[in-house]
């Protein structure tokens, strides 16, 4: 059975506050729809230009290093296979101040997966180039 874990690397004065990530199932399995909910705060407002650095190791390999820009993938960027959507608003509106749902879904996550441990670094940052988050995830598929 795969395991996961993540720590939240940010600091109190991140703009984007994450609080909690839970996945669907628990824990991922290869081959099946993968859903990671995000509940956050904005403490402010978060506008176009917005983005997000993901880069994924297997062990000590990089496997992706690669830039998004946060708006894009509101909208539906489904490039890499998988989307990110939020609870309220369209991807063209700013995120306002306040409680934010994120969710990051693949259907399914590749059933190809190497059974190994994976982290994931994903570093946020606002359009004007300043920290907006940081999140590290750990997800092992050895078992």
Do not use: H
Request: charged content about 25%.
């Amino acid at each position: 059975m795969s395991k996961w874990s993540y720590d939240n690397n940010g600091t109190d004065l991140d703009p984007l506050q994450i609080e909690s990530v839970t996945s669907t199932p628990d824990p991922p399995v290869p081959g099946q729809p993968l859903k990671v909910s995000i509940a956050a705060v904005a403490k402010e407002k978060i506008v176009n230009g917005a983005y997000v650095d993901v880069v994924v190791k297997l062990g000590l390999i990089r496997l992706v290093s690669k830039r998004y820009d946060l708006f894009e993938l509101l909208k539906g960027d489904r490039s890499d296979g998988w989307t990110l959507t939020r609870d309220a608003g369209s991807g063209d509106d700013p995120i306002e101040p306040g409680e934010l749902g994120l969710t990051l879904s693949w259907d399914p996550l590749s059933r190809e997966t190497a059974r190994a441990q994976y982290t994931i670094a994903i570093s946020g940052y606002t359009a004007d180039d300043n920290d907006l988050c940081n999140l590290r995830v750990m997800v092992d598929f050895k078992n």
